[in-house]
C-alpha cells in the first residue's frame, strides 16, 4: 500500500484545514489508518486514528474535540479535518496504514507510511 498525505498549508490560529490521505497499490481489504505529526525537535506522536468502516475513531487528547478523521473507502482517501487550529498544532503531518480492524496508537504498529505534508499555524 502506497500512502500520500496532502493539504498542508500555512493557517492563522483559529483556522482550518483538511488534510487527506490517498491510498494507492493493494488497498484491498480492511486497513487502519493512524495520523501522526511530528513538531522541530520533538518526537513523532499520535493524531488520529479510524478503522475500514469508519465506524471506530480515536483521538489524541490535544486534538480531541477540534479534528475529526472520516475515509471515504470509495476514493480509497482517509481525511483529518482540522479546526480551531492552535500554534503547537505546527508540524509535519503524516498518514500511515496497517492491515486489520484494529486501531493502533504508535507508530511501530504501523508498517506504511506516506510522505508528511507541513501544516503551520501563525499566532
Known amino acids: 500500500v502506497q500512502l500520500q498525505a496532502s493539504g498542508g498549508g500555512l493557517v492563522q490560529a483559529g483556522g482550518s484545514l483538511r488534510l487527506s490521505c490517498a491510498a494507492s497499490g493493494r488497498t484491498g481489504g480492511a486497513y487502519v489508518i493512524g495520523w501522526f505529526r511530528q513538531a522541530p525537535g520533538k518526537e513523532r506522536e499520535f493524531v488520529a486514528t479510524?478503522?475500514?468502516?469508519?465506524?471506530?475513531?480515536d483521538y489524541a487528547n490535544s486534538v480531541k474535540g477540534r479534528f475529526t478523521v472520516s475515509r471515504d473507502n470509495a476514493k480509497n482517501t482517509v481525511y483529518l479535518q482540522m479546526n480551531s487550529l492552535k500554534p503547537e498544532d505546527t508540524a509535519v503531518y503524516c498518514c500511515?496504514?496497517?492491515?486489520?480492524?484494529?486501531?493502533?496508537?504508535?507508530?511501530?504498529?504501523?508498517?506504511?507510511w506516506g510522505q508528511g505534508t507541513q501544516v503551520t499555524v501563525s499566532s
Open positions: 479510524i478503522n475500514w468502516s469508519g465506524a471506530r475513531t
Open positions: 500511515a496504514g496497517r492491515v486489520g480492524s484494529s486501531l493502533a496508537y504508535v507508530d511501530y504498529r504501523y508498517p506504511y
